[in-house]
């Protein structure tokens, strides 16, 4: 918790990294504009022996400290003579124990979202901008691991204990671990193997590990187009006063229009990195079309 | 709506065509089993331009003659002085207008689904068997669009509108269409591009163009891993009595455990196919983690 | 579990007790028959001291064993300067956990509902018979509670613990206890105090005690208009074969026409009866109008 | 739209009519403290006649103008042989088409509910303080019908048509129609007898007639516990700068702790009161038992 940056810093931080502007005035997409279609062809050639990873964690249904709101899944009536099952899923996925994409107009920064749109266009129907539907054509890319307890070596992170640029650096020069433009880039903080171990908690009492705000110039750097996590990038607690509660989501939704991946399962996705000795993979994800809507639930793929 | 075969032949054909066992007596992923980590890798590869298309349609929080029963979509609170928006989405994801990801335990024979479970694994918590999570891990392998319409040279196929195998094997000529062990098989018929015309209308009453039974051998030969089309495969209405009335959803489903894509969105991968002169590509489909499910929305990715 | 009727009797009693056609072939409202103005005014009369008390449990966000699909509440967006809140419940009435009135629609008997209406009244959008809107104009009547525990001299009855005719002819003898024409009788059985005492349980596992079939032609002679219980009126388990799992349910419901209020809380009332030393009270009740619904909660009042 | 007192003499008003501590610093219920176990009794004797009314709307499940969030209704799978049918309602009950009542923490001024509550008791769990579960007892009490067009001389008010307090004194003359301390008071804008003869409209964009500011004080002095309308009490539009858009939500619910049926039914009540010339009835509610809710849906009941 010690942060690096004091707040005025990552006030400044803030304006030096802004992509507003960037890809036009109107422009609802900020760094999905970074992956080409050379792009998506190049990252396809990195799935090369075709092995498939899940980066979800399940919807659950059950209540825990975690999932205070779980899914709510109701088998629905097919008539008297059932041929058929049905179902109906109650969903609110910004859950933190949901694998999640936030849209740009999920965070606000002084009443602005991404490419300074006012919060005034989120309204009780939805937000008429940078809503999640933004995502509709799927985000297909070169993914990268950037899998920090192993270079720390350590099994996990401990909540409210930080990641720093050097770390970043570290955990590049892993084979293929070199991030470039474009990229979707996962950070791996182990929550899950915690989790497993240890047993589960609430992240918004007992924190996560994540990212020092002194990251976002090195992601806006990089040229990012979406970031991932196995916690929600940022830092919890990480000690700045209320208005710089979440520095990352802030730096990256807001001021760079990166998407963030939530409380992805990062766990399968190290095993098989090690296994072939490489941190590069194609990436695929299809978010659901909702419109005006500021989340969905994922299930993120990458191919080996 | 002249159907090919009798009630008889196809209560046959079911039998002819049954995968069970053939995976073992405990095998839940039936055709998925076709797809192998060569055929993925091999699948990537004809991802050559890059292109990106969505085979989705929005889910729709409108009610129309389509959607009975729309998503419902709530924006949820975020304290006095927001700073972030939040929501929650109440789906039926088995809706004739959302592209769902039909799981293998949503429909019965004679009490039984796939590989012989019986129905009263589905009880109403959910499915213990051949629930919608064993695609937890995504499915890409190589896709085919076989676009009737366009070898039919009409626009759409009309409601009741049969396919029959001749028709598959004169889709398959064009470039790239020859359909293979493992592939994901997509059948147009243009309904969306009636809808757009014509505006929309209900399937459950008005009707679908569709498979004629007789496509089922066909389907079985080939080694279809998975099927989709912008319809629901089926034929609505196919002039069988009430115990057949969908041969295609119990051929694929239940007798094959072939999973089932309904209501695709076609129109811009027939497009882009067509630009390309290519019908295969590299397809890819997320489904949510949804435990005991009967089916998930889905947002299927082609990329040319 | 002794029962007194053997399977034949309860069917011989289904008979004899049906109110078929007794108010026309075309009735949906059963029971409620006979509750007449001139029964209402008179109901308002035990009104004397003012005192009320809900028979209702809080409709429970929790999960328990009792409750494994409880109320979904989200608290909803209100505008980045909130001057207001709102929210949204998903309620699945008929849980075990939740007071609620079982419309006439809610079970069948052989493919039919009260007064002979199919079961294929009832489709994926809701029943076009005998829904609960039937109650849309509320149902205020003399209420009457039997507390059988009371009679019993115990604190409340075991699981599976049955009441049998001569049990209600006990309780009906204290201060204003019988049983009149147009009546909504409560039966106590004193389940909320034994789960106060020993903790919830799972009362579709571990069972709930309730009435014998043989009080099914006691409530025919009593002419009952409503009947609620803080179980569910049946006895669970109750050793009959599956098709007569629940005589009460079918008896009330579809041979009598006799809505039930499941799960009512009846400790306050209990109490507040003994205080006052009066068994009869003024019942009011006014459940939802939904329209097609097989159910609604409820919060039942008395004014004694 | 005239209105008849500045916004500073709104402010004012605010001031004078405050019951802020009147009950002590933690009273939660604030006028339903009117209503005593006599006042109860008394009004039971009004329910002379046993003649029954509802006031509440059905909650449709249709999307109109009115209702854009209409009530989902879903119907619950039973088992392969069906011999019962459950459902599962997802409800927004502050719906402008859906009678319900608001609770004392649903409208904050100043950043405080009644008796000077923070509205950072309302979190994305509900309300700690206010809720709707106050009301867990029911509200029975004395009714009165004012019935404003009947006193005009009109079939309705038109939307944007301000009602006085002499239209309520003049309202008051007809038989049995004073207000007196403890009573739920109701007051008929006319808003369904329109809605039947010319069809429906959006409340919030097209209006409603309603209270006038100036009606607060009347209020008061009246000592009426809860205040019901056919349309949402205050006058829409009103004229008034943004920050004073519903001073009478304000006025009952925050400074006098006055809690409000919205969108309540009231032309059979105003043809059961011509019927008996009397507009004095018991009055009968029980909102559900939703605990940290802002509101319930409601079916209140008027017996003559």
Redesign the interface.
Known sequence: MANRLTPDEVKAAYEKISNWGRWGKEDQRGALNFI???????A???????????L????????TPEN??P????????????????????????GMAFTHLDAL?????D?KMYNGFS??E??????KKCAI?VT???I?SRGVLLDIPKVRKSDWLEPGEAIFPEDLDAAEKLPGGRVEEGDVLLIRTGRHARRIAKGGWDPRREGLPGLDASCLTWLHERRVAVLGCDGVSDLIPNGYPNELSMPIHVGTLVMMGIHLIDNADLEALSAACAKHDRYEF?F????????????S?????A?L
Chains 1, 2, 3, 4 share one sequence.
């Open positions: 080409t279609p050379e792009k998506r062809a190049a396809a050639r990195l799935a090369k022996s075709g092995e498939i990873v899940s979800a964690l399940p919807l659950s249904t059950k209540t205070p709101q899914v709510q899944h109701m088998m629905l009536h097919v008539g008297p003579h059932a041929v058929a099952a049905l179902d109906y899923f109650g969903i609110a996925p910004h107009c999920h965070v606000f920064r009443g919060n005034r989120v309204g009780r129907f939805g937000a539907d509709r054509d799927g297909v194609l695929a994800m299809a978010p659901l079309i909702l419109e005006q809507g500021t989340a639930p994922v299930n993120p793929l191919v």
